[in-house]
């Protein structure tokens, strides 16, 4: 079956309603040849004149009148579903969210995003899943939404955008030994430390500052996640090294832990939210992606020292 043309409709629904082939001309900015010709093929295609001749006017056929209604309907339907692809009702909205970060991101600044989410599209989920090897998999066959990391993803159709940047400090309990001396890099490396990854794996930047200063730290426990790994360090002699703003998180559970900057240098890490172009012109996508965008900010500016 052979759609008919778009086009043709509009001009027929401007001729109609104009009654006019210089009026609906003028509607569409087209030159009255061009209408006249266009006006050819609407009869060709409906096998009706649609508009004659009456002195020196056109009016329209009794197959004109009767399609008339139809034809607006129809021309109206077919405006509103291109302008409905800028705008969603997040009131009604029903989707769930995929985001995949690691307990770092969600702890810190999944609350707040989720609290705006609540208020602005309570029918929506938002679900967080792991960190995983196939992210650009997942993102490029829509199982997931967005992909928070410091690492750039491998599928260059991916789309980036920078969240905020971070850096590392030190955090152990309040009456660890540590503090009863200046803090080195020497001294910092004599205690067990803990090491977040969550393919097991040890070593990392902080080994690569300490052995150029001819100094090698023991990596004592492997903890998948940050905020786990702050409760064990109430009890035990362990240095945990975490980006600054997950201390946001230890004085809201008023943990008793303190925090130290590192005495060796590392390198500044960006976070970056990820999403496949599929998703980059849907609205409740790319509201999704503002509000992310935004929670993060106001969360990254909370957790900054004063």
């Known amino acids: 079956m052979q759609l008919p043309d778009m086009n043709l409709l509009v001009a027929l629904d401007a001729l109609l309603d104009e009654g006019s082939v210089v ?48 034809v607006r309907n129809v021309v109206e339907q077919a405006a509103l579903l291109f302008r409905s692809a800028d705008q969603v009702d997040l009131s ?12 770092f991101f969600i702890g810190v600044y999944g609350g707040r995003l989720f609290d705006t989410m609540e208020r602005m599209a309570p029918l929506c989920e938002l679900c967080f899943v792991p960190e995983g090897n196939t992210d650009d998999e997942a993102l490029r066959e829509g199982r997931l939404d967005l992909r928070v ?8 159709e991916v789309k980036v955008q920078n969240l905020f940047s971070t850096t590392f400090v030190g955090l152990a309990r309040q009456d660890h030994p540590l503090f009863d001396d200046e803090i080195t ?34 990596v004592a426990m492997i903890a998948p996640g940050f905020h786990g790994a702050m409760f064990m360090l109430t009890d035990s002699d362990l240095l945990l090294p975490v980006p ?18 590192l005495p060796i240098s590392l390198p500044t890490l960006v976070l970056a939210q990820s999403w496949h172009p599929r998703f980059d012109k849907d609205p409740a996508h790319k509201w999704l992606r503002e509000t992310l965008r935004e929670s993060c900010h106001a969360t990254w500016l909370e957790a900054q020292p004063t």
């Open 149 to 156: 990391s410091n690492t750039m993803p491998a599928s260059p």
């Open 23 to 70: 009026g609906a001309a003028r509607r569409m900015n087209l030159s009255p040849a061009a209408m006249s010709r266009t006006l050819t093929r609407i009869r060709e295609a409906v096998g009706d004149p649609i508009l004659v001749r009456a002195g020196r006017g056109l009016v329209p056929t009794p197959k004109a009148l009767q399609l008339q209604g139809q």
């Open 185 to 218: 890099a020497a001294r910092f490396a004599s205690y067990s430390h803990i090491s977040i990854s969550r393919r097991g794996i040890a070593r990392g930047p902080i080994d690569t500052a300490l052995n150029a200063q001819g100094l090698e730290r023991r």
């Open 244 to 261: 600054k703003e997950a201390l946001l998180s230890a004085t809201r559970l008023n943990l008793p832990l303190r925090s130290f900057p």
């Open 92 to 103: 009604t909205l029903r989707r769930r969210f995929s985001v995949r970060a690691n307990d």
